[in-house]
């Protein structure tokens, strides 16, 4: 028999569950339960671009953050991925002074820092080791919030240990980025996992580490040149639901064959999927990322109707 006690709590769901419909708010449910980001439906993206197209010049000391920043207003990038590799002295945070500076930089041209990342392994068995990385991980979401960033992008890591299985390393794997998930609860920052071809090789292996952290701040970042297993296009459908952020890059790979991005194709997924926010674009490769970025982004922006800013 139904109790009063019953008959309150079963009200409360339904009116709760009215109340977000009448508001307009998505009914996520299980769903979100399950790591998979709660949005509005439908697509808005906004394009930016990440730090690491300009890899080779950052690290010859030709180009600087600040001549990015510039080139994304020039360009009329919304966003900078700003990898954390390339700040002086990484990977320790450089000083509020640096942060605040770039954080004005950009938000004087119209660029929104939307993110950086950093170069972590939680899949070596040193516990020392990955006791290092989480404290990295959780000073650059603090560096990453003075700048306005929302994601911190870290990777799974390289490899299964020798010796060890998938399932083992996921045992100390799961609590370390839990770990740094939570401190970036605590700072308003969302951890952003990169699967890399790595530890990480497929979208399920990858929806097993989100849906076992399970925080809505956490969530992947959608890297279209690392899904090297079957049929990418099918990969990045299974991950867009998951998705924080992206990297769009030139190519998509099936097995060791590199072939064009068919962005038609991206775009498609993202449309029956359903995606908001960032896409970043990454160029890889030999050349002047200065024209390689700016000839992909004819190419997107001709695809995704994202024009220009006015010069």
Known sequence: MTTPAHRRRFLSTVLGTAALAAAGAPFVGRAAAQGRVARQSGTRVR??????SFNEPLRAGTVTLD??????????????????????????VPDDAFLHRLKRRAFVNGVTISGSGV?????????????????????WIEAAA????TVVRIFAGQKVP???TFDRTLEWMVPDIKACVEHGRQHGVIVGLQHHNDFLKTADETIRVVEAVNSEW???????????????YAEIEKLVPYAVTWQLKESVWYGPKEVPTDLGRIKAIIDRTGYRGFLPIET?????????VARFLVDVRRVFGAAPASP
């Open 47 to 52: 394009l930016g671009l990440n730090l690491y």
């Open 284 to 292: 890889l490769g030999p050349g002047d990322p200065r024209v390689k």
């Open 146 to 149: 003075k700048l306005g960033a």
């Open 119 to 139: 170069r972590n392994d939680f899949a070596v068995a040193d516990a020392a080791a990955r006791r290092r990385d989480v404290e990295m991980v959780k000073a």
């Open 162 to 164: 020798d010796g060890g």
């Open 218 to 232: 956490f969530g992947v970042i959608l890297d279209v040149g690392s899904l090297r297993q079957g049929d990418p």
């Open 67 to 92: 001549d990015v920043v510039d080139y994304c207003a020039q360009q009329g990038l919304d966003g900078l991925d700003a990898t954390g590799y390339y700040f002086p002295g990484y990977p320790q």
